[in-house]
């Protein structure tokens, strides 16, 4: 009985976490290529991880006193119909992603989608705006160095200063606003009145959680040491809220010490340098959006930074490929895990929808940046 409840735990573990099961095999097959030795110990982003770390456990902690919540319900009751409603839905989400990351906007949101729906009555609105949802938050996040965990990779791999990162990712950017918002528009609309009750917050820890933000966000745009932020924010975290710490996507992060392992040992094989630094050669916009259909896009930001110095293009690559199937992103897959959860055999409906609005953007995306280049 034992080993049946462990067996279950396991498969259990292995479907929510698919990146990482990814990740870890493809981690242990490259080690048959590349023995384990001293070079392995350079693998790793230690302020990718440390920043990636820090924001996630205060944004989870900010999360436990229904921070976002309350905002986002502030926002959602100032509109009063289905069509406005879900905008501002969508919205927040995308704005959000560009301040805590997106996944954890897609944590914090989704809940708020589903419960609009729900209490309204209008759970056939359910697939699009969760589809919405998550194209706003791979989308939104594209904008900032921490929006996206891609984004803190290649902002730290190669020193981007902080005002040309936004200026290659502003017209992406602003085209995804535009889809997103004629999308939005064909909704119809309808009367719309949110029910539940007000969530009181609570002003000390907020204060103190608001200045544990606007220290990790310091050391994304490394004003201060990472070590030292690590420091303060682990032990004060640990004294006011240990569930935030216990909260924070560790899975998240062991994938990527794992596609750390993974892209390093890549680029220690002959053979793949000259096929990877030949395509990236040809295009390495095109190749690193189709390289995000099939290995999804943190891994392939690690992977193909190690064949080019071409950011701008790579920059913009993995995060429009963000698009796309439904391994683009791990977003994407934390959206269908949520969806399917509330809304169990609509798991094929569901990628239908999403498979039409994906496609239609990063094709739409990659076309213009072609375009422009």
């Known amino acids: 009985m034992q080993n049946l409840k462990l067996h279950q735990k396991i498969v259990s573990f292995a479907k929510n976490n698919t990146v990482l099961m ?30 990636l770390f820090c924001v996630l456990a205060v944004v989870c902690a900010l999360k436990n006193i229904n921070f976002f ?23 927040i989400t995308f704005i959000g992603s560009m301040l805590i990351a997106n996944d954890m906007a897609l944590l914090t949101f989704l809940p708020l989608g589903y419960f609009v729906l729900v209490s ?71 009367p719309l009145k949110l029910k539940g009750e007000n969530v009181e917050l609570h002003y000390p820890k907020l204060t103190v959680y608001l200045m544990l933000f606007a220290l990790s966000i310091a050391i994304v745009f490394r004003t201060i040491p990472y070590v030292l932020g690590l420091l303060i924010i682990t032990p004060t975290l640990a004294i006011m809220d240990r569930k935030a710490l216990k909260m924070v996507d560790y899975p998240l992060l062991f994938t990527f010490v ?10 220690r094989i ?21 390289s995000c259909q099939i290995i999804s896009n943190v891994p392939s ?54 498979s039409l609005f994906n496609f239609g953007f990063l094709a739409t995306l990659t076309v213009f940046m072609l375009l422009i280049k």
């Not at 002959?270 to 189709?290: G, Q, W």
């Open 22 to 51: 990814v990740a870890f095999f493809a981690a242990f097959i490259t080690c048959f290529f590349v023995p384990i030795d001293k070079e392995y110990k350079n693998y790793f982003d230690y302020k990718t991880l440390t920043c």
């Open 69 to 91: 919540y309350i905002i986002a319900r502030k926002i959602v009751e100032c509109f009063k119909t289905t069509r406005m409603s879900i905008t501002a839905i969508v919205y």
């Open 120 to 190: 309204a009555d209008k759970k056939d609105l359910m697939a699009f705006t969760f589809v919405m949802q998550n194209i706003a938050a791979n989308l939104g996040g594209m904008l900032t160095p921490f929006g996206n965990p891609q984004n803190l990779y290649l902002y730290t791999k190669f020193s981007i200063p902080n005002l040309e990162f936004m200026q290659i990712m502003l017209p992406p950017f602003l085209v995804s606003v535009t889809l997103i918002t004629i999308c939005c528009m064909f909704v119809k609309s309808e």
């Open 258 to 267: 794992l596609f750390f392992v993974f892209s390093g040992n890549m680029a």
């Open 270 to 290: 002959p053979a793949v340098i000259n096929i990877f630094s030949f395509l990236l050669e040809k295009s390495t916009l095109i190749f690193s959006v189709l």
């Open 301 to 354: 930001a690690i992977l193909l930074s190690q064949f080019t110095q071409n950011y701008p293009d790579l920059l913009v690559g993995v995060n429009i490929g963000g698009a796309g199937t439904l391994i683009a992103s791990l977003a994407s897959l934390i959206t269908f895990r949520e969806y399917t959860a509330c809304n169990p055999g609509k798991a094929k409906y569901y990628i239908k929808i999403f």
